[in-house]
């Protein structure tokens, strides 16, 4: 609602994507009904990487089935959290690599960043891993690749850029989500150890000094 109305996200640790598809889903049952079908994706996505890796069946069909009974695979297919889809983009981008279909492969892998920023600075190795060790590319075609990766970061990423440079009047790549939480665990208020704003063990953090300037990021 921030984003569609005033043009930007107040929360500072939240990256866009989740909220775009939520907004468009309106409800929670939408929510969960969408992240079921994900999880449903996710248990096709396994048994073809696994057939793509092992080229054995019997394998593929085990995988597939572990990930079907697996208990948070199962517990985040009925919530409304972000965690269903992160493994479908992850899951859609190996499963795009080993295909060679590189360019859905790096969209979704910078979709998935706009979704979690978690595995940013990982995809850069995971192209050089693929690139070397699976296609059995020579240096050349290794940095074409790469090159290829940051024009579509860049096209995908540079909408982000300008939302945070007006929120905080300078370059904020990703989010202060990790600030967020290393406060959460290292300041006076957290004495149980909870998480952020933990609703069961009562308040842990106290943020309002930083919420005054949206010019001072944590």
């Known amino acids: 609602d921030n984003l569609l109305q005033n043009g930007l996200i107040e929360a500072h640790h939240i990256m866009p994507l989740f909220p775009?598809?939520?907004?468009?889903?309106?409800?929670?049952?939408?929510?969960?009904?969408?992240?079921?079908?994900?999880?449903?994706?996710?248990?096709?996505?396994?048994?073809?990487?696994?057939?793509?890796?092992?080229?054995?069946?019997?394998?593929?069909?085990?995988?597939?089935?572990?990930?079907?009974?697996?208990?948070?695979s199962i517990f985040y297919s009925i919530s409304a959290l972000t965690e269903t889809l992160f493994v479908s983009l992850v899951l859609g981008t190996f499963y795009f690599m080993y295909q060679k279909n590189t360019n859905i492969a790096f969209f979704l892998a910078v979709l998935s960043i706009l979704l979690k920023p978690t595995l940013e600075l990982f995809f850069p190795f995971f192209i050089i891993f693929f690139s070397h060790f699976i296609y059995k590319n020579n240096f050349k075609n290794t940095s074409i690749l790469l090159i290829k990766y940051l024009l579509i970061y860049l096209l995908v990423m540079s909408f982000w850029w300008i939302h945070q440079y007006n929120k905080y009047g300078e370059l904020v790549r990703l989010n202060l989500g990790d600030g967020i939480v290393w406060y959460s665990g290292n300041n006076a208020l957290n004495t149980s150890g909870g998480g952020v704003h933990d609703p069961l063990k009562g308040k842990d953090m106290e943020m309002r000094q930083f919420y005054e300037a949206y010019s001072n990021p944590i």
């Open 20 to 72: 775009l598809i939520t907004a468009f889903l309106n409800t929670n049952l939408n929510i969960i009904l969408f992240n079921i079908s994900l999880s449903l994706i996710n248990v096709v996505l396994i048994y073809k990487i696994s057939s793509l890796i092992f080229k054995n069946k019997n394998i593929s069909v085990i995988a597939a089935f572990i990930w079907s009974i697996y208990p948070f």
